[in-house]
C-alpha cells in the first residue's frame, strides 16, 4: 500500500488497534499487518513515534510489563482516545461516503 494513503490516518489506526486491549509496540504492528490481510507493514519509524505522540495527547497510556520475558511498553486507551477513536471513525465514514460519490457518481 502506498505510505502517502495512510498519512492522516495512522492515528486511527493505532487508536483502532489497542481499543480493547493493551499491547506493546511490535505487537500494534503485527495487529496492523493481521488486520489489513498483509497490506499494512508500517515500520517502527512510523509507529513508535506516533505512538508517543498519542501518548503525549493523552489519548493513549502506556507501563511497562513483562510479555514473553521481556519488559516492554505496553500501550492501552484512554477515555479520551476512545472519544478520538469515535470522532475518527465518524470522520472516516463521511470522508468515504464522499469520496465514494465523486469515483463511483452512478451510486
Known sequence: MNPD???GHMDALLL?????????????????RERS?????VPTG???????????AGFLASEWATVGGRKRRTYRLTDAG?????????AWT????VIGKVLDPQT
Open 16 to 32: 483502532s488497534v489497542v481499543e480493547h486491549e493493551p499491547l506493546h509496540g511490535y505487537a500494534i504492528i503485527e495487529a496492523l
Open 46 to 56: 512510523t509507529v513508535y513515534p506516533a505512538l508517543r505522540r498519542l501518548e503525549r
Open 82 to 90: 476512545r472519544a478520538e477513536l469515535a470522532g475518527e471513525r465518524t
Open 94 to 97: 463521511s470522508f468515504t461516503r
Open 5 to 7: 494513503a495512510l498519512r
Open 37 to 41: 490481510g498483509g497490506a499494512l507493514d
